[in-house]
């Protein structure tokens, strides 16, 4: 297993995890408002 590869995994990786990371707290600030609101 060479380097290179295992660095472009993690980073692929950590890329996905942040966007889902992002999504589900963007999700969770717009029910809270959403609440808030209503």
């Known amino acids: 297993m060479n380097l290179p590869a295992v660095i472009v995994a993690r980073f692929i990786h950590t890329m ?3 966007r ?16 808030s609101i209503s």
């Open 20 to 35: 889902l990371l992002n999504i589900g707290l963007k999700r969770v600030y717009l029910d809270l408002l959403f609440i």
């Open 16 to 18: 996905a995890y942040t």
